[in-house]
Every structure is written in structure tokens, then in C-alpha cells.
């Protein structure tokens, strides 16, 4: 299929694009890899007035070790974000997730930033995030601001950005001593996740001390299994982390599809986030 | 000749490779003539629905549009609606099928206007600006409830949604199944499956006004039967139309095996306007246009002893033929219907197949077209026989096997010729190491774990070498079976083959030049290979069903023989001795005893070029032709074995090996065949694991993109472990049998089964295709007792 007819203007800073944005109106978006916007205009589900290319502007790309938390810039790769060495600690569980978005050719055009604005519940980075209360950095006409990925992705390919806000980047606490798992779960290596369970732990002599799970694809949103989390604290043992997973059916029904009935997804969050315990925690005794 | 191993069975490199690996294929799209003008369709988006009024002003009216028609607007231009070539009954109902709608849209794609323009972007556009009125109505989609008593109908003018039915029967089939021990009874369902070559479909027409002629290129596998059925199709007189396959078409499957709505319309449109019309299919256009394959309920019986000693079969089919007939649709699941037997024995056999409209895109022969679904119910069911009577399901099919030797009667009706089906399940159950596998897995279940492994088999018989021109008769085929080959030396001591088939990726040329460099004694760069243009090949029926080597092949190798009987005489009468006193070895003619006196075919090419001196009767020039029409089928064989792993917790598969010893008889080129065989495979195991299109209620395609419909990628394949046994063809001089869909055909019943293995302990007897994580582990709760 073949876009709809659209305006293009590349800009060379962000103050540049930002005032492109606002003067395009409503209908103008920003294009940055353009890995989720052009299969939507391929398909007509999307039809902007003008698309504001940004990916020329150098301020917003690449990967900045902060000493506490690693900031990473929106134009920044998927594929230059899973090598990035600043991700240490349980902030490594971008790198992993990001390694394993899609295949080479989508991890060297696609961009975090652009995952990120796309909001789309079955992408990977958004439970990473939320897993490690990350912040999204967010800039428009009226200046630049932050917000909690936990209050960022409010629904189905919605945000807390308004119209003319761009996502500049993310901010990551690094979380050192933690560990970080990715379970994801496709039919088939490109594929979305049907399910996919992004897992921090900070596993200790006496068990696991802290756990944070952010679940792709099991609401509109990303979620936080709080619950689970709550349950999995303290424990070091194997039937006490599947007593704690079956928690995660007090969230939200996950949705149906044709890859997978909310029944079996709920199945498959608990059988992934035993997984990615298991992993992120490093402890042999507790993987099967 | 010692130099017949020169080339054919070398694996030389293909001389199609060069130009598609650095980007230079000369493919439709790419094709621009002066004038042209570009169609887009504007399609219904229901499942049924009468269509009230079309408007098509404000189309009309858009920038760069140069007309707009609903199918009412068209109704003239047709001389007959869309062809159907097979009709395989007496009273087969076949409905009116034009190429736009003009009362009633049957199905979700069904063309209702078209929209011309200076580009095809603003085709596009304004396609969106057309305004139909439907009266949406009820449709059925699934083949089983178009048969149910009250099921809406697809056309009110049929009393039901059958068109056919079709039936064969061998033997005392009740007697058979009354003193049996054992009958196993079994339900399949073949997905419906989207083929997915990698070029879309397209086509351009182009008139010469003054002269009422027709060019028409078309990603076709059949350019020769396409310029039949075009010239009944809009009344122009065949001997005014010249059809172009380009010499790159990017695959077909069978997906390009027919004569379809756009042909028709760019060629009606181009005669219309007068100016080139091109259309080009979008992906999901083609989701929704192009035809779809399988979509059959299958159950079989098997009658056994408590042994596992197979007596008879029955076999009741209900085969979705989609809206309409498409081209050879009904007489797909004949092409299985002799097939549901495999490659085992027994003394009757009964199959019934009714053919079933749906409101939903038209399906056709897809890679195997009947075969695989054949050889998925026998590999599946014989399976389930060798659980019932406790037998191992390598030793149930070596039980089983037809007795080697030449022309084997099936109790399906055929003979075998060329039955040799033990060595390959051996070489295949080698490759395993059958005993190594079976240890490890009692390993497995020991541990307990959920990784638990499984193997399965798959040991096939299949159909190629389309067709003796009378058995095709006896099935109401509307065409011959026959093919062509022209073989010309040029002055130069060149070779051009014209050939009938029609390639579309599967390397005719670099085959047909290995075949004629050999017969010829010339280098294989000197061979050239002409076809898809029935201007430069006027004869051809073209390519599909594995039968380009086994016929055209085998036309080209005649045609080269013939012209090495010419060279001779030529030879003889230059160096003045007896025909019979010469012999002939790689393109050289020496008088027996004086090995110094010869004719080369290059300088016996010149020769006859210049006609200077011939011999009496003979005619200037070194060129032969041949139509070849097989006095038989082939029948390639052999055994698949995949090896999966199964998570019982989350219900993956994951296919760990796949080995696939197969039997297509000599083989011209190794590289080539190991190609096919790997393509092929790759399409059964996404059949069995992946692929499924999937229809809503009223009639919405649900897997309209790549994005739900999975096509498997590389990523999702282990690497393939091919083998061949070699037992030559009786049918054919060159022993050749076919192996263009083998792999599909063998492929997915070997995966089911190593599912099932690999549950077996847990009480799983079947997974449904394709074997979806959900699917799977569902039949593990169903069998642990749980809810499914």
C-alpha cells in the first residue's frame, strides 16, 4: 500500500522541529526511524499532514552515563542501546531488551525514543521502563519536562505527550547489585510479544530482597506487577516464586488475540515471570 | 556419451543468480511504457453483500483520473466471465464470475469499480472517493457450516453452497472394514493458507488501437494458457494477443497458476481507453485477491488388522472452493484423491470429496495442490493405527510399503512406477540414528522435565509429471499435458532453447542449458534459454504442479536428440562415409577407426547455416522441435523425519533437526533440487506450525497482514539435512521425476506427528494446524484432564 499524500521537512535542531510541529497543527508528527509511523501511513490507519523528520538532530542521540542513572537519547538506536556499556546493574535489562526488539534491520533504523512516544502496549521497552522507574524526557513550546514511565503510557498507542511535545530520551537508575532478565514470548523471532515479562531483582544471601516486573502485552498499557512483587520479596525458593506469580491475576484481564486467549496469556505471565526471576536473580537453584 | 556427466547432475551455479543478487531482475513493476495509465480497485468490504448503487463521479472528478467504472459500467466487455478450466463433474455448479461484481459481492476483495489514472497514486486516492450503497448480507465462511442445513447462501441461484461432488472407489471397501481388527477413525482440518511469493501479481496491457493487437505482460506462471483463455474471456481473437511472463517472475506457488480479474480488466480497460493499463497488487491486496490454498475437513478411516496390516481406506473430504471456481479449483483435491492411500498397500479404498462455496476469497492450487493435504491425513492416521495396535510408527510404514518394483498398483487406482520406499525410511531413520533418539527421550521423560522431545515421520508418494493428455481427459481437464521444446544451433555453434514451460524462480534455464550442453557437446555458457513470450515460444502449457523437468525437460532433451540425428546426417554426407559409420561423443562426429576424420556440431552448425552443400532431402538449418506428452505420471517418494522439542509449560515447539531423504530420480542439479526441497519444506513446516489466514464471522480476512499472517523467516528454521536415494523414472527417457513441492507435501504431517511424540506419554493423540504455543498446551491440559 501506498501513503496518503503528506508534507516532509527535515530539521536540524530541536527548537527547529519543535516550531515545524507547531506550525504543521494537530495532523503534523514527528518521524524518527519511522519503524511504527510508516506502516501505519502504509496502511492509511495513519494519514499526517506533514511529518517533521527529526533524525538529523545529533543533540538527541547517543547514551550518557550519569554515575546513578544513564541517560539515553531519543534518536538513539535499538541496536546502539543493546551495546550501550553505560547500561550496568539492573539498567542492563534495556540493552537486553532492546537486543532482542525485532530483527537487525529494525534494531539499526528503530529508535528508543520512537518506541517509546508509539506507546504500543505490545512493545517491549515501555515494561523496561516501567520496571526500573524510569523517567521519560519529554520537550515542547512551552520547555522540556519529565515524567514517570509508571504515568507516561496512559492507554492502547497513548501517552502523557501532547500534541507538539517530542520524547527527547529516557532517564534509567542503574540500579547496581541488581540483576535483569528479558522473557519474551513470540511465534516467530520478529514478532511482537504475546507476552513478555521485563524483571529486575536484587537477589542476597537471604533471598530476593527487591523485585520489580514490567509486563508487555498483558493490558493497554504496560503494567506493573506490584502485587507479585510484593509477594516474591523474601523468598529464595523456588515454590515460593510460583506461589508469588499466580498474584499477577489480580491485574487488569490480558487481552485476546489471535496469537493467544486472555486465559493462556495469564498462563504464560506466570510461567515467564518465574523464568525471569529465576534468571535475573543468577541462581541456578532457582531455575528449573 | 561420456560427456553426459559433464553438466546435468553438477551442481554449476545458476545463470539466473548474477542478475538477481546485484538487483538487476527484470520484474513487472519495473516496466514503463509511454501513455501508460495505472487501474486501482476499489473493493467490497463485506463478506456478502448486494450492491445497491456505485458511484464513481467524485472519483471521476479527482486529479490525474481518467475514468472510473462500477462493474455494471464493464458488463459489455466480457465475452465470458472468468474461466474455469476443470470441471470435474457432469453437473458440477459453476456460478457466473466477472471480473466486477456487478449485483452481489461475494466476498471480502470481490472487485465493485475501478479507478484509472495518469499514476498510481492517484488511482489510489481516488479509488477511496468512490461511493457504493451495499445491502449487507449474511455469509458463511467456514466450509462445514456452508453446509449445514440453513447456511446462507453464496449464490441464490444454487438450492445449496455444493458444487460438486466427486467420488472414486476401489475394492470391496465394506468388506474390507468388516473383518478388520482395527479401524481407526480420524478428523483433520487443513488451514487455509495465503500463498506468499515474494513478487505481488501484476500486470500491464497494451493496445495497438489501429490493429485491435494486445501485448500483455503478467506475473503469470501460464502465459501460453493465459492467452487462450484472455482471447474467450474478452472475445479478441487469440492469434491478436501476445502475453509476456517477464523473464523474471519472483515465485508463484500456484498463486499465479490461473487467470484472474485484473488480467481481464487491464486488458478491457486498455481497450477502452486505448492507452497501456497497469495494475500492481499491494501486499494485503493481495491477501484479499489472490487465491488461497488448502481449507479442507478430512476424515479418514483406516481398516487394519490387530497387526497393523492395512486393508482399506475411506476418505470423505469438504473442500472450500472460496466464492467462486477459480481456475482449476474443483480438481485440486483430485490431485490427492488417489493419494489418501500413500505409500502402503490394502485392497479398497473409497474417497469422496465435495467441493464447498464460501464468502470468502477463491482458493486454488497451492504448492502440492492436494497432495499435501493428502499426505497429511495418511502420514497422521497411520500414526494413530500404529498406536492402536502398539507398533512402532517406523515399522507400521515399513509394513505397510507397496512391494518395490515398476508400475506397483495403489489401491488409490494409479500405478507406481519406479517403488523402491524402504531404502529411503532407512537412510532417514540412519540420519536420526532412530535408536540414539528414542534413548535420549526416555532420558527426557525420566527427568521429567518440560522440555520433552518427539519425532515424527512422514513417508510420502506424490504426483508429478503433469500429465498424459488422456488420463487428464478421463478427469474432465479442459487442457492437454503435454509441452514443448524448440532446439536451434545458431551459425556461431551456439544453442538457443525455446522451451514451453514458463519459470518463475525455479531455474529453467540453468537446468534446460545443462541438459542441452551435454546432448550438444557445446560449453553451458552457449545455451541460451527462450520462454514466456508466446511470440518467441508459440507452444507451452507452462509451469506448475512439478512438472516442468518431467515434461518440458524431457521435450528439450528429445528436441536436442533429434538434432544430433540431423547433425549426423549433415556429418556423414560432409565426410562422405555411411550415417552408421559414425559416432558421436561430446558434439563431435568421428568415422568409426579413423578418429581424425570429424565434424564438430559448431562446424556442422555453420555448416547447415550456409547450405552450401547438404544432403539430398535435407533442409538448411540445425533445429528440432518436440511435444512431449508423458504416457504416464511420475511419482517421486521418500521419507521426512522432524525432531522437535516441546515446553510443556508454555506449549512452544521448538523444530530442533528436519531430515528429508527424498527420491525424485536423477537429478540434473544437486544445488538447485537441494533449493527446491529446502523452499518446500520451509512451506509445510509453516503450514503445520505457523500459517493460518483466519476469517471473521461476516466474512473479514482477520490475517490481512504479515504482521498475523506468520510467514516463518530463516530465524524460525534449523538447518535442513537433505538426502536422496536415486530410482530412475520408467516413465521418461531421462528417468526424471519431479521436485518442486515434494518438500511441502512430506513436511507437515512429519512435525504433527513429533508433537504428538513428544506428548504421547502425557496422553496428547493430535494438535490441530498450525501448531500454535496456545494450541499445544491446551491439548496437554485436555489430556492431563484439565479444560481444553
Redesign the interface.
Known amino acids: 500500500?501506498?501513503p496518503?499524500?503528506f508534507d516532509y521537512e527535515r530539521a536540524s535542531s530541536l527548537d527547529e522541529a519543535l516550531s515545524l510541529l507547531a506550525a504543521g497543527g494537530e495532523d503534523a508528527r514527528p518521524l524518527a526511524g519511522g519503524h511504527s509511523l510508516l506502516p501505519l501511513m502504509r496502511?492509511r490507519l495513519a494519514r499526517p499532514s506533514l511529518l517533521v523528520d527529526i533524525g538529523g538532530i545529533d543533540e538527541l542521540r547517543g547514551v550518557r552515563d550519569d554515575g546513578d542513572s544513564v541517560t539515553i537519547g531519543a534518536l538513539t538506536t535499538h541496536h546502539e542501546v543493546a551495546g550501550a556499556a553505560a547500561l550496568t546493574g539492573g539498567s542492563g535489562l534495556i540493552a537486553k531488551v532492546a537486543e532482542g526488539i525485532g530483527?537487525p534491520q529494525v534494531r539499526h533504523r528503530g529508535t528508543l525514543g520512537g518506541s517509546v512516544a508509539h506507546a504500543d502496549p505490545a512493545s517491549d521497552l515501555p515494561a523496561a521502563l516501567l520496571a526500573l522507574d524510569a523517567e521519560v524526557t519529554l520537550a515542547g513550546p512551552g520547555g522540556t519536562r519529565s515524567v514517570a514511565a509508571a504515568d507516561f503510557f496512559v492507554g492502547p498507542f497513548m501517552s502523557a505527550a501532547d500534541d507538539g511535545e517530542i520524547v527527547t530520551g529516557v532517564r534509567v537508575p542503574k540500579r547496581e547489585g541488581w540483576g535483569s532478565a528479558y522473557q519474551k514470548?513470540q511465534?516467530?523471532?520478529?514478532?511482537w510479544a504475546?507476552v513478555g515479562v521485563a524483571a529486575v531483582v536484587n537477589w542476597t544471601d537471604s533471598g530476593i530482597a527487591g523485585a520489580a516486573i514490567g509486563l508487555t502485552n498483558m493490558g493497554g498499557t504496560p503494567l506493573r506487577a506490584h502485587a507479585v512483587e510484593a509477594a516474591l520479596t523474601g523468598t529464595s525458593e523456588k515454590a515460593q516464586i510460583l506461589a508469588a506469580v499466580s498474584k499477577v491475576s489480580e491485574l487488569e484481564t490480558p487481552p485476546a488475540d489471535?496469537?493467544?486467549?486472555s486465559e493462556?496469556r495469564l498462563?504464560?505471565a506466570q510461567?515467564?515471570i518465574a523464568r525471569a526471576v529465576a534468571e535475573a536473580a543468577g541462581c541456578p537453584g532457582m531455575q528449573? | 556419451m561420456a560427456t553426459a556427466e559433464k553438466y546435468v547432475g553438477g551442481g554449476v551455479p545458476r545463470k539466473e543468480d548474477p542478475k538477481l543478487l546485484t538487483g538487476q531482475g527484470q520484474f513487472l513493476e519495473g516496466l514503463t511504457l509511454p501513455g501508460m495509465l495505472h487501474a486501482a480497485l476499489v473493493r467490497s468490504p463485506h463478506g456478502s453483500a448486494r450492491i445497491d448503487s456505485v458511484d464513481v463521479s467524485a472519483a471521476a472528478a479527482a486529479d490525474g483520473v481518467v475514468a472510473a467504472y462500477s462493474g455494471a459500467d464493464l458488463a459489455d466487455e466480457w465475452a465470458a466471465g472468468l474461466p474455469m478450466a476443470w470441471p470435474v463433474t457432469d453437473d458440477i455448479r459453476i456460478p457466473d464470475h466477472w471480473p466486477v461484481a456487478q449485483d452481489v459481492a461475494r466476498y471480502v476483495g470481490d472487485a465493485v469499480a475501478v479507478v484509472v489514472a495518469t499514476s498510481r497514486n492517484a488511482a489510489l486516492d481516488a479509488a477511496e472517493l468512490v461511493e457504493v450503497d451495499y445491502e449487507v448480507l449474511d455469509a458463511v465462511v467456514d466450509v462445514e457450516a456452508a453446509v449445514a442445513d440453513g447456511a446462507p447462501r453464496v449464490h441464490e441461484s444454487f438450492d445449496d453452497n455444493k458444487s460438486y461432488t466427486w467420488a472414486l472407489t476401489n475394492g470391496e471397501v465394506d468388506e474390507a472394514f468388516a473383518k478388520a481388527d482395527v479401524v481407526v477413525k480420524e478428523r483433520y482440518t487443513q488451514p487455509r493458507l495465503i500463498p506468499n511469493a515474494m513478487e505481488p501479481r501484476a500486470v500491464v496491457a497494451q493496445p495497438v488501437p489501429s490493429t485491435g493487437d494486445f501485448t500483455v505482460w503478467s506475473t503469470t506462471q501460464i502465459p501460453h494458457v493465459a492467452k487462450v483463455l484472455f482471447a474467450l474471456t474478452l472475445g479478441i481473437p487469440e492469434s491478436q494477443i501476445r502475453v509476456i511472463a517477464p523473464s523474471d517472475v519472483g515465485g508463484g506457488f500456484g498463486s499465479k497458476l490461473n487467470v484472474y480479474a485484473e488480467e481481464a480488466l487491464c486488458i478491457a480497460l486498455a481497450r477502452r481507453l486505448g492507452k497501456p493499463v497497469k495494475w500492481v497488487a499491494g501486499r494485503s491486496e493481495g491477501y484479499l485477491a489472490t487465491i488461497h490454498g488448502r481449507d479442507q475437513v478430512q476424515e479418514i478411516e483406516i481398516a487394519a488388522t490387530s497387526d497393523g496390516d492395512i486393508l482399506g481406506y475411506r476418505v470423505h473430504i469438504l473442500a472450500a472452493m472460496g466464492a467462486y471456481l477459480q481456475l482449476v479449483a474443483p480438481g485440486v483435491p483430485l490431485l490427492g484423491a488417489f493419494l489418501y492411500c500413500g505409500c502402503y498397500g490394502g485392497e479398497a479404498y473409497h474417497f469422496e470429496c465435495t467441493g464447498v462455496f464460501t464468502n470468502t476469497t477463491p482458493t486454488d492450487a497451492y504448492r502440492g495442490a492436494g497432495r499435501p493435504e493428502a499426505t497429511y491425513a495418511i502420514e497422521r492416521a497411520i500414526d494413530s493405527l500404529a498406536r492402536e495396535v502398539g507398533v512402532d510408527p517406523a515399522e507400521i510404514r515399513r509394513r505397510n510399503f507397496l512391494p518395490a518394483g515398476d508400475m506397483v498398483q495403489s489401491p488409490g487406482g494409479l500405478a507406481f512406477d519406479s517403488a523402491d520406499y524402504e531404502p529411503a525410511l532407512d537412510r532417514a531413520l540412519e540420519l536420526l540414528d532412530y535408536d540414539g533418539f528414542r534413548s535420549d527421550q526416555a532420558e527426557r521423560r525420566e527427568g521429567g522435565g518440560s522440555r520433552q522431545i518427539g519425532v515424527g515421520f512422514s513417508s510420502y508418494v506424490e504426483i508429478c509429471g503433469l500429465a498424459p493428455s488422456q488420463v487428464l481427459a478421463s478427469l474432465k481437464y479442459a487442457a492437454g499435458g503435454w509441452d514443448a521444446a524448440t532446439v536451434r544451433m545458431l551459425p556461431t555453434g551456439k544453442a538457443e532453447v525455446v522451451t514451453g514451460s514458463s519459470p518463475h524462480g525455479q531455474g529453467h534455464v540453468t537446468s534446460w542449458s545443462q541438459i542441452a550442453a551435454d546432448a550438444l557437446g557445446i560449453p553451458y555458457e552457449d545455451v541460451t534459454v527462450l520462454h514466456g513470450d508466446t511470440h518467441v515460444a508459440p507452444h507451452g502449457m507452462n509451469t506448475y504442479g512439478s512438472r516442468s523437468l518431467a515434461v518440458a525437460g524431457v521435450a528439450v532433451h528429445n528436441a536436442c536428440d533429434r538434432v544430433v540425428d540431423k547433425a549426423r546426417g549433415l556429418a556423414a554426407h560432409l565426410l562422405e562415409v555411411a550415417p552408421e559409420d559414425l559416432e558421436y561423443e561430446a558434439g563431435i562426429f568421428s568415422v568409426k577407426g579413423v578418429p581424425d576424420r570429424t565434424k564438430s556440431m559448431p562446424e556442422l552448425a555453420f555448416a547447415a547455416w550456409t547450405a552450401h552443400s547438404l544432403p539430398e532431402d535435407s533442409e538448411p538449418g540445425l533445429e528440432a522441435s518436440c511435444v512431449y506428452d508423458p504416457p504416464n505420471f511420475t511419482f517421486p517418494f521418500g521419507t521426512h523425519v522432524a525432531v522437535v522439542e516441546v515446553d510443556t509449560e508454555t506449549g512452544a515447539v521448538d523444530l530442533v533437526r528436519y531430515i528429508a531423504v527424498d527420491d525424485c530420480g536423477p537429478v540434473i542439479n544437486p544445488v538447485i533440487v537441494d533449493g527446491q526441497v529446502h523452499g518446500g519444506v520451509a512451506q509445510g513446516i509453516a503450514a503445520a506450525l505457523y500459517e493460518e489466514a483466519t476469517y471473521a464471522e461476516d466474512g473479514t480476512l482477520e490475517t490481512s497482514s504479515m504482521v498475523n499472517y506468520l510467514v516463518p523467516s530463516a530465524a524460525e528454521f534449523p538447518s535442513f539435512e537433505t538426502d536422496r536415494t536415486v530410482t530412475p523414472s520408467t516413465s521418461n527417457p531421462m528417468g526424471v521425476k519431479g521436485i518442486g513441492e515434494a518438500g511441502t507435501i512430506g513436511s507437515a504431517p512429519a512435525v504433527i506427528n513429533a508433537i504428538v511424540d513428544a506428548l504421547s506419554h502425557l496422553g496428547v493423540t493430535d494438535v490441530p494446524m498450525p501448531a500454535s504455543p496456545e494450541r499445544v498446551w491446551r491439548a496437554i491440559q485436555a489430556a492431563q484432564g484439565g479444560e481444553a
Request: net charge neutral; hydrophobic share 50%; charged share 25%.
Open positions: 500500500m501506498i496518503a499524500s496502511l530483527d514470548f511465534r516467530r523471532a520478529q514478532d504475546i489471535e496469537n493467544a486467549s493462556y498462563h504464560l510461567v515467564l528449573r
